[in-house]
């Protein structure tokens, strides 16, 4: 569960675990060994994965804000706890907000909520938690590649609402952030020299996936095509 919070699950090469809290891939399987539930048990775990009416108002919430990029929106389902410990390092939010809306997703999804143990996600020298996750929230849905991928996101209650459960970074986590700013300005000039390498018919293959928001798809095809590596091609 732990990996599926940490990167996305991407064709051949992922990026590294810090650059994105968020996953796309199916959800794990249970562990050889688990207990087997009774069929009542199995029916009750079945009806509570489908969450509460008020989990799937909130879900219905994040698939409309990231399939429309809708940066203000996405904002607002952030914990208010979490806003005010960022406080100043807006560029820290804003960063991980926009890498979100870059994520596939579709309107129609199957949700799955899952709980999570307790003290799952409790912070690091990087980042503490104002929210903790209690949640597990997974959308299922078909790509445009006929590909079935899930947006897995971990979840809150606060003051009786529903939120995503963002971390808030210390000052360790920041230095750790600027690092990465700097690695990614990197990796977009190489992306801008590689562009200007992506011919027809690729290129117009690359354009009509975007044109779709099928990223996931666009990625697969930049890479079997044109053999240049992950960051790379998402830079592409």
């Known amino acids: 569960m732990l990996a599926a919070l940490a990167a996305p699950a991407y064709p051949q090469q992922s990026p590294k675990p810090q650059e994105s809290p968020w996953a796309v891939r199916a959800p794990a399987a249970l562990p050889q060994g688990a207990p087997t539930l009774s069929a009542l048990e199995a029916a009750a775990q ?33 914990a208010p706890s979490t806003l005010k410990c960022i406080g100043k390092n807006q560029d820290f939010l804003e960063d991980r907000i926009k890498r979100q ?60 609402e529903w939120y995503e459960s963002q971390p808030c970074p210390t000052a360790l986590g920041m230095e750790r952030f600027a690092k990465l700013q700097q690695m990614r300005a990197t990796e977009r000039e190489r992306a801008k020299a590689a562009a200007t390498q992506v011919k027809d018919p690729v290129k117009s293959q690359l354009l009509a996936l975007i044109g779709k928001h099928d990223n996931i798809a666009a990625w697969r095809v930049c890479m079997a095509s044109t053999h240049y590596d992950f960051p790379t091609c998402r830079g592409v």
């Open 46 to 78: 079945k009806e509570a994965e489908k969450g509460t009416p008020e989990q799937q108002a909130f879900a219905h919430k994040v698939a409309s804000a990231m399939y429309s990029k809708d940066f203000a929106a996405m904002k607002q389902l952030i």
């Open 101 to 160: 809306l870059q994520l596939p997703i579709s309107r129609n999804y199957k949700l799955t909520i899952t709980k999570l143990q307790s003290k799952v996600l409790t912070g690091s020298k990087f980042a503490t938690y104002p929210l903790p996750p209690t949640y597990l929230m997974g959308m299922q849905f078909t790509a445009e590649d006929g590909n079935n991928d899930t947006v897995n996101l971990p979840i809150g209650q606060e003051n009786g």
